[in-house]
C-alpha cells in the first residue's frame, strides 16, 4: 500500500472490501454507514441490483469505443433523457467523467460560444465566494472556496466575485426575503457593469450551495432575478447542479424549483450513483448551434466522454428512479427531515440555522477546527457561540 499517492498521505486508510445499501465493509470486518453516499454520490446507495446488471450486459456487448470515431447507444438514449429533462427542444448533451470536468466544459462552451459570434472580448466569469466548482484550473478559478485555492492562486485566473444568496449570514434586520433577493441579486448587476457587459461571458453559481456552504439554497426569486440580469446584459447563465441536481432537491434539476432555466447546466455525482465516473454540461441549442456554425466542432475533448458502459449506468440510475419514484420520496422525506431537525434542534442555544432542501441537509465545516464528520443535516453555529463540532 505504499505506492498510491493518497489525498491525505498521512491518514491510515481502512482497505474497503464490498458495499451493500448504505454500509461499507473493510478488510476487517467492520461496517461503516455511508451517510452521505461518499460525497453526496450514491444516491440509490451499494450494490443496487438494477444498475449492476446494466453495467455488467454493457461491458459484455462493449465497454468503450472512442468518441471521436463513433458514438454508442447507452450515450444516445441518455442525451436524449437529459435533454428532455432540461426542458428545452434540441437541447444538447456533452458527458464527461465528473464534476470537475462538467464545469470545465460549460466555461469553454461559454467561451467557444462568444468567440463564434465574433464577440473575443467577452472572456471573464463572474462567480459567487464561498462556491465551489471543481479542482481543475478553470473551474478553480470560479471557485470561492479560498482553502483550495491558496496552493494555486498564482496560476489561476482572477475573476470577479460576489457575495452568495446566503441569508443566515447576509439577510439585514427587518429585511424581508424579497428585498434581501433583490440586493443579493443587485450585486452581480453592479459587477457585470464594473467589468463592462461587452467583456463578461457568463455568470456561474450553484443553484443549491453545497460543499462550501453545506446545502445553502437561495431565497424565493433570487434566481428569477439572476436570469433577468443576465438576460439584459447579454451574459450567459450557467448553473452548477454536480451536488444539487439528478434528485437530490426533489426535482431532476434544481432550477426546476426556481422557476428558470439556464443557457448551460452541469451534473454529476447522482447522475450515475458512483456505480461509474460520469459527469454532464446540458446547454441549449443556440449554443450548440454557434459552437458548430462558426468552426463546425468543439474545441474540447477528454479520452472518456460519451464512456459506453459509464451512460448505462447513468441510465440504469435514472430508471430506478422513476420506476420508484424517488423524487416524490425525496420531497416527502425532506419535508419530515424538517420538522424533525426543527422539533430537536430549532431552540438549541448553538443552533442558528437549520436548512436545506430536499434530501440535501448537510453539516458545515466547523470554522475554528478541522473537518466535522457529516450530518444529515445544516446545522450552522450561531455567530457568538462557534464551536468545534
Known amino acids: ?73 447507452p450515450q444516445e438514449r441518455l442525451a436524449e433523457l437529459l435533454s428532455r429533462q432540461f426542458g428545452a427542444d434540441g437541447a444538447r448533451v456533452y458527458f464527461v467523467s465528473g464534476g470537475s470536468e462538467a464545469n470545465e466544459t460549460a466555461l469553454k462552451m461559454a467561451r467557444q460560444y462568444w468567440v463564434a459570434l465574433g464577440r473575443r472580448d467577452k ?23 479560498m482553502a483550495r485555492q491558496a496552493t494555486y492562486g498564482a496560476i489561476l485566473q482572477d475573476w470577479p466575485k460576489i457575495d452568495p444568496c446566503y441569508a443566515y449570514r447576509h439577510q439585514r434586520v427587518n429585511e424581508t426575503d424579497d428585498e434581501y433577493g ?16 461587452e467583456n463578461v461571458a457568463a455568470f456561474i453559481a450553484e443553484t443549491v450551495v453545497g460543499a462550501t456552504l453545506g446545502a445553502v439554497p437561495a431565497v424565493e426569486g433570487y434566481f428569477s432575478r439572476i436570469r433577468e440580469i443576465c438576460d439584459r446584459h447579454d451574459v450567459l447563465l450557467i448553473l452548477d447542479e454536480v451536488m444539487a441536481g439528478r434528485g437530490r432537491t426533489g426535482a431532476w ?81 425532506g419535508q419530515q427531515l424538517k420538522h424533525g431537525l426543527d422539533a430537536l434542534l430549532a431552540e438549541h442555544p448553538r443552533v442558528g440555522d437549520i436548512r436545506g432542501r430536499g434530501c440535501s441537509w448537510e453539516s458545515n465545516w466547523s470554522p475554528t477546527g478541522p473537518r466535522a464528520n457529516r450530518l444529515t443535516a445544516v446545522l450552522a453555529c450561531r455567530p457568538e457561540s462557534r464551536r468545534k463540532r
Not at 464490498?18 to 454520490?41: C, T
Not at 451499494?46 to 469505443?65: L, N, T, W, Y
Open 253 to 333: 434539476f434544481g432550477f426546476e424549483q426556481e422557476a428558470i432555466r439556464p443557457d448551460i447546466v452541469t451534473v454529476a455525482k447522482g447522475l450515475g450513483g458512483g456505480y461509474q465516473a460520469i459527469g454532464a454540461t446540458i446547454c441549449r441549442p443556440h449554443i450548440h448551434d454557434a459552437i458548430v456554425e462558426g468552426s463546425g466542432f468543439f474545441e474540447h475533448g477528454h479520452t472518456y466522454i460519451g464512456h459506453a458502459t459509464a451512460c448505462a449506468a447513468a441510465l440504469a440510475v435514472a430508471r430506478v428512479i422513476e420506476q420508484q419514484q424517488l423524487l416524490d420520496a425525496v420531497q416527502s422525506t
Open 123 to 145: 472572456r471573464l466569469f463572474i462567480s459567487r465566494h464561498q462556491s465551489y466548482h471543481g479542482n481543475t484550473l478553470g473551474a478553480l478559478s470560479v471557485s470561492g472556496n
Open 1 to 73: 500500500m505504499a505506492n498510491v499517492f493518497y489525498r491525505n498521505p498521512g491518514h491510515d486508510y481502512p482497505m474497503a472490501v464490498r458495499a451493500e445499501g448504505v454500509y461499507l465493509v473493510d478488510q476487517e470486518g467492520r461496517q461503516y454507514l455511508d451517510a452521505s453516499g461518499g460525497a453526496a454520490i450514491s444516491c440509490l446507495g451499494h450494490g443496487h441490483p438494477e444498475v449492476i446488471s446494466a453495467v455488467r450486459d454493457q461491458v459484455e456487448k462493449m465497454a468503450f469505443a472512442h468518441s471521436a470515431f463513433f458514438t454508442n447507444e
Open 182 to 197: 433583490r440586493r443579493a441579486a443587485a450585486a452581480l448587476e453592479r459587477a457585470i457593469l464594473e467589468a463592462g457587459a
